[in-house]
């Protein structure tokens, strides 16, 4: 009789213990089903973005034909700009080129006004140490400044510009070298005097005084 009785707690502990085992296995099931629920949610939402419907090429003004609006799932931290803003980025100014389905961040446009009748948008990619560190911004005035390769029988430096506008600026990542782009509003002829001042060496922009920053 005394060995039955002392078996009953025994048997109460193992079924405590079973309850137990039972309450945790539910509860770790009902954190798998709402954490994959949540999961499956995240991945379904989608924002809908400003993406280019074709390409435009920097400094040239971006027209409604050259948006459209995409829903996108997007990974935190994606820059991007939301559907809303079309009306504002219409009539701005491309600050890097855009091809059918690029999307738009606050980098792709330029505040500075539409390009004049003869004047033109050219490019350059500079290493922080041509491009006064990198300090450069949208709106600034800089003279152009080109030197011929070492080596050249008549190797030279020359004062190419003495005031250009820059339309834009953008900065690459390190892991792209950190160069500048920069983008400047020229004459037509300026253009090609710079880009054959780009085939023979190096070319800098200086910074002019008074000149934003």
Known sequence: ??????LLPRAHIRLRRLDLRVA???????????????????????????????????GEVITAADLRVADISLAGGVAHLPAAMRDQIVGRVAAEPLWDGKLLASGSVSQSPPLPAGMVAMSLSLKPDHAVSGSIRPGDA??????????????????LFTSVSVLSVKHAEATEGGGVLVTLRLRLEEARSLAAARAAGSVDLVLLSGASS
Request: hydrophobic letters at 55%; aromatic letters at 2%.
């Open 142 to 159: 800089v003279a152009v400044i080109a030197s011929t390769a070492p080596g050249r029988s008549k190797q030279q430096t020359t004062i």
């Open 1 to 6: 009789m005394q060995a039955a009785e002392s």
């Open 24 to 58: 945790v296995g539910l509860l770790l099931m009902l954190v798998a089903v709402f954490g994959g629920a949540s999961l499956i949610k995240s991945a379904q939402a989608r924002t809908p973005v400003l993406v280019a419907a074709r390409a435009v090429q920097p």
